[in-house]
């Protein structure tokens, strides 16, 4: 079976860092994704992790851990813009199809 | 910069009708991809399309379904008779090579009454 489970809500103020965590179990693992999706809008792709490590990206940075099943978003210097929700997807062997998770909701305060 | 478009972006049909969801994907994109988003749920795939054929699909694509590339820029998702459950946002997707990221168009927000 495959299942992502991230949490369902978070909360942070302007200029903060958060960090959103995945965890997946899944026949196999091929790479796994981070999306920014705004209300009503299309996922917006963020970063991509297929080895163990860090990427970052400016203010975005993604950890992956392969052997733990697990992934984090990190976001620094948080904007009001940064309210949205994150999507964890997770890619398998032998497909291209992506698996997303429910999804993250973060909302920035003043 | 270059990017998935969808038509429309909204669109309200009733029970039993069919509807057509149209894609122009990124120009050099070989892999395309329709996902779907009931509202306050997760995104779930729904089919991929590579070389004129369906590659995958999932056990939401079923034979009420089918998908077509009618010429070389468009890509369309159609649903023979919509039920009130087809009520989404649908998004596509294409990508250069089978491992690359996916980007996913603006999404049509599809109402079946």
């Known amino acids: 079976g495959q299942n992502i489970d991230q949490p369902t809500e978070m909360t942070a103020t302007e200029g903060a860092i958060v960090q959103i965590n995945c965890t997946y179990q899944t026949s196999g693992f091929n790479g796994l994704f981070w999306y920014q999706q705004h209300a009503g809008e299309a996922p917006t792709f963020l970063s991509y992790n297929v080895l163990d490590g860090l990427e970052e990206k400016g203010r975005f940075s993604s950890f992956l851990s392969r052997s733990k099943g697990y992934s984090y978003l990190l976001l620094k210097e948080l904007q009001m813009k940064d309210s949205a929700s994150y999507l964890c997807a997770v890619r398998s062997y032998n497909t291209d199809k992506l698996i997303f998770g429910t999804g993250t909701r973060l909302q920035v305060f003043p | 910069e270059p990017e998935v478009t969808q038509t429309p972006s909204h669109q309200v049909t009733q029970m039993g009708q069919e509807v057509i969801l149209r894609c122009v994907p990124i120009s050099n994109h070989l892999y395309f991809y329709w996902y779907r988003q009931i509202l306050g749920q997760k995104v779930e795939f729904l089919v991929s399309?590579?070389?004129?054929?369906?590659?995958?699909k999932s056990e939401i694509f079923d034979d009420q379904f089918s998908v077509e590339r009618p010429d070389g820029s468009n890509f369309t998702l159609k649903i023979r008779s919509t039920k009130l459950e087809d009520s989404a946002m649908y998004f596509c997707?294409?990508?250069?090579?089978?491992?690359?990221?996916?980007?996913f168009g603006p999404g049509t927000r599809l109402l079946v009454l």
């Open positions: 399309f590579y070389n004129n054929e369906i590659s995958e």
């Open positions: 997707a294409s990508t250069e090579g089978s491992e690359q990221t996916q980007y």
